[in-house]
């Protein structure tokens, strides 16, 4: 039996009023998806939203190059590292580019990229490479599903990751290292998402209504929320706000999992000041969502 975390959130320190962008971090955001069918370029620019909204000094979006100067429309804050792609317009990146990747703080990699669907699993591979720059890293949507269907996780270090799984994502993983659990069942959550992350050796955010963060030896229960949040991009947010508090508590002894905590907290958080300002239960945007966020920050140092 797994104990559930009842410990208070650590604060969050004071920002340096002296600081500048360089001091506050920077963050590599990878995703997106150049398929003709089937393209995704909002995934990886809400992220990349939430991270500034929380506070990041810098944001590096890594898109495909062929949706890549859409991507930086949508957040023009943020500087571009283009992904290459092969003949089906799926992501790779040569030394070059993930040199230029891992010149950050932590990265966020999965959003929007798709399915992983030609049989060298380009995907996969691109996610594996990124966990391997040896940076702290969030696994997020498609990421996560490649590293399954790569049959990756296993062979990879995840010690420095958080893997952000639906339900439906934490499943497909969960099968694949042999874990019957129910992540719908909400008194089975807690243990669902200790039990996968003891197995990977990682911290996992098993999202939804309560959602947990656990370390494989503890899983915290977050009691804050909204049925408001149930909308496209709400999970892409909340990737680039726990990648954005890495980069910025990097000096401080935060651990990923309370980092973790902190990041659903306030995101869950935001999600009911949203609704109490609308007086609404749907109808949310996730860029508005990420505009919430910097109050919610300031009221957690």
Same mark, same amino acid.
């Given at each position: +039996?797994?104990?559930? =975390?009842?410990?208070?959130?650590?604060?969050?320190?004071?920002?340096?009023?002296?600081?500048?962008?360089?001091?506050?971090?920077?963050?590599?955001?990878?995703?997106?998806?150049?398929?003709?069918?089937?393209? +995704?370029?909002?995934?990886?620019?809400?992220?990349?939203? !939430?991270?500034?909204?929380? #506070?990041?000094?810098?944001?590096?979006?890594? +898109?495909?190059?062929?949706?890549? *100067?859409?991507?930086?429309?949508?957040?023009?804050?943020?500087?571009? *590292? /283009?992904?290459?792609? =092969?003949?089906?317009?799926?992501? *790779?990146?040569?030394?070059?580019?993930?040199?230029?990747?891992?010149?950050?703080?932590?990265?966020?990699?999965?959003?929007?990229?798709?399915?992983?669907?030609?049989?060298?699993?380009?995907?996969?591979?691109?996610?594996?490479?990124?966990?391997?720059?040896?940076?702290?890293?969030?696994?997020?949507?498609?990421?996560?599903? !490649?590293?399954?269907?790569?049959?990756?996780?296993?062979?990879?270090?995840?010690?420095?990751?958080?893997?952000?799984?639906?339900? #439906?994502?934490?499943?497909?993983?969960?099968?694949?290292?042999?874990?019957?659990?129910?992540?719908?069942?909400?008194?089975?959550?807690?243990?669902?998402?200790?039990?996968?992350?003891?197995?990977?050796?990682?911290?996992?955010?098993?999202?939804?209504?309560?959602?947990?963060?656990?370390? /494989?030896?503890?899983?915290?229960?977050?009691?804050?929320?909204? !049925?408001?949040?149930?909308?496209?991009?709400?999970?892409?947010?909340?990737?680039?706000?726990?990648?954005?508090?890495?980069?910025?508590?990097?000096?401080?002894?935060?651990?990923?999992?309370?980092?973790?905590?902190?990041?659903?907290?306030?995101?869950?958080?935001?999600?009911?000041?949203?609704?109490?300002?609308?007086?609404?239960?749907?109808?949310?945007?996730?860029?508005?969502?990420?505009?919430?966020?910097?109050?919610?920050?300031?009221?957690?140092?």
């Amino acid at each position: +039996m797994i104990p559930e =975390d009842t410990t208070e959130l650590p604060r969050l320190p004071n920002r340096d009023p002296n600081g500048h962008k360089g001091t506050f971090g920077t963050l590599s955001i990878v995703g997106g998806c150049a398929l003709h069918e089937s393209p +995704m370029i909002g995934a990886p620019t809400l992220a990349a939203l !939430a991270a500034f909204r929380t #506070g990041c000094g810098l944001v590096r979006l890594a +898109m495909p190059t062929p949706i890549l *100067i859409a991507g930086l429309s949508l957040e023009p804050s943020a500087t571009g *590292i /283009g992904l290459g792609v =092969d003949d089906e317009r799926n992501p *790779i990146a040569g030394s070059d580019t993930l040199n230029l990747i891992g010149d950050a703080d932590a990265i966020v990699v999965g959003p929007g990229f798709g399915s992983d669907r030609a049989r060298n699993r380009p995907i996969a591979h691109l996610v594996s490479d990124c966990i391997g720059l040896g940076l702290p890293t969030v696994v997020d949507a498609d990421g996560l599903n !490649a590293l399954v269907t790569g049959e990756m996780l296993a062979r990879i270090d995840l010690a420095r990751c958080v893997l952000t799984p639906h339900p #439906g994502e934490f499943v497909r993983l969960a099968k694949a290292r042999g874990i019957a659990a129910d992540p719908t069942d909400e008194s089975e959550r807690p243990g669902a998402a200790a039990a996968l992350a003891h197995s990977l050796g990682c911290v996992v955010v098993l999202k939804g209504a309560h959602t947990v963060v656990s370390d /494989g030896t503890k899983s915290w229960v977050c009691d804050h929320g909204h !049925a408001c949040m149930a909308t496209a991009g709400t999970g892409d947010v909340l990737a680039g706000l726990i990648g954005s508090l890495i980069v910025q508590l990097r000096e401080f002894d935060f651990s990923l999992y309370d980092i973790a905590r902190l990041g659903v907290q306030t995101h869950a958080t935001a999600g009911e000041r949203w609704s109490k300002r609308h007086q609404a239960d749907a109808g949310m945007f996730a860029r508005e969502l990420a505009d919430e966020l910097p109050k919610v920050i300031s009221e957690l140092r």
